[in-house]
């Protein structure tokens, strides 16, 4: 059974930089397309990145794709010695309080496990 | 990017057939085999209903269908249920840039 469990701080400060984790069990995060996925309060969904893991023979070899309207701001990485995928956003304002979900993708772009989500709010 | 337009909510009594319907362009919806469905309940993660525009992964129920025409992609649940009662977001690929993900707005749906 395939679970994915995101960790981070929930508070962080306005300016400075938010920093998630999401831990892979059940699968290898070698094998998939791994997602942050967003939603603020009472709003809809956003999709923020992805990343595939490096030492496959695609288009995205080892590289990590941003949503434009983040790009500036978002990095993703992965980590396949301890199975994790980790988000790191810069210079967060208010609008970048959400729960923020890590998920895995079926096929190119939906995605058939989530985490249960955590919440990040930027505050001083 | 704009969001992919969906309607804000949709009703039904149990035992009736929804759709619930999702529009884009012909760089997301209309381009591309590639619209998935979720279905959101208050506090819960999204669970993915369809992806590739019409198929169900294992464990969801046949009540659930999608479909494609044009640059409009829609969702139907038939035998409406009190538990069918949710938030529903649609997505696409999208290729108006690098390659991504646009979401729908969403639609609460609100079982009689």
């Known amino acids: 059974q395939v679970q994915l469990q995101e960790s981070g701080p929930g508070l962080v400060k306005p300016s400075e930089t938010l920093s998630l984790t999401c831990t892979v069990s059940?699968?290898?995060?070698?094998?998939?397309?791994w997602s942050w996925i967003r939603q603020p309060p009472g709003k809809g969904l956003e999709w923020i990145a992805f990343?595939?893991?490096?030492?496959?023979?695609?288009?995205?070899?080892?590289?990590?794709n941003y949503n434009p309207s983040l790009q500036s701001r978002v990095t993703m990485s992965t980590d396949t010695s301890k199975n994790q995928f980790s988000l790191k956003l810069t210079s967060v304002t208010a609008a970048d309080t959400a729960v923020y979900y890590c998920?895995?993708?079926?096929?190119?772009?939906?995605?058939?496990?989530w985490g249960q989500g955590t919440v990040v709010t930027v505050s001083s | 990017q704009s969001a992919l337009t969906q309607p804000a909510s949709v009703s039904g009594s149990p035992g009736q057939s929804i759709t619930i319907s999702c529009t884009g362009t012909?760089?997301?919806?209309?381009?591309?085999?590639?619209v998935s469905w979720y279905q959101q309940h208050p506090g819960k993660a999204p669970k993915l209903l369809i992806y590739?525009?019409?198929n169900r992964p294992s464990g969801v129920s046949n009540r659930f269908s999608g479909s494609k025409s044009g640059n409009t992609a829609s969702l139907t649940i038939s035998g409406l249920q009190a538990a069918d009662e949710a938030d529903y977001y649609c997505?696409?690929?999208?290729?108006?840039?690098?390659?991504?993900?646009?979401f729908g707005g969403g639609t609460k749906l609100t079982v009689l």
């Open positions: 059940g699968a290898s995060i070698s094998d998939y397309y």
């Open positions: 012909s760089s997301d919806v209309g381009g591309y085999n590639y």
């Open positions: 997505s696409s690929y999208t290729s108006s840039s690098t390659l991504d993900v646009l």
């Open positions: 998920a895995r993708h079926q096929g190119l772009t939906a995605f058939d496990i």
């Open positions: 590739d525009v019409s």
């Open positions: 990343v595939y893991d490096s030492g496959r023979t695609n288009y995205y070899n080892g590289s990590a």
